[in-house]
């Protein structure tokens, strides 16, 4: 799969909740996705609007927007296993 994943992680200001929630998907993309990904982080404290149109209930969430279907993961990324799965996310081949 050479598709890049654009996701988008959801946070509720700045705090060191969002902070872990950014680091643990910035090491997981790292570690896991290669060069194949673009992460958008966006604060619902900033951007109201983007929280109530993407339907977020709860942050942190990261939403992998593409490829399609569109998946979600709220609350704790730092079991990465849990997240490839639950957002449909194929590591890169380690040799």
Do not use: F, H
Not at 29 to 58: F, M, S, W
């Amino acid at each position: 799969m050479d598709d890049e994943y654009l996701l988008r992680l959801y946070i509720a200001g700045k705090t060191p909740r969002s902070d872990r929630a950014i680091a643990e998907l910035e090491q997981l993309c790292v570690e896991e996705l290669g060069g194949r990904y673009r992460v958008e982080v966006i604060d619902i404290k900033e951007n109201p609007t983007a929280g109530k149109n993407a339907e977020i209930l709860a942050t942190p969430t990261v939403v992998k927007q593409l490829p399609l279907p569109v998946r979600r993961v709220i609350g704790d990324l730092s079991e990465t296993e849990k997240v490839l799965i639950g957002l449909d996310l194929v590591p890169v081949r380690r040799n």
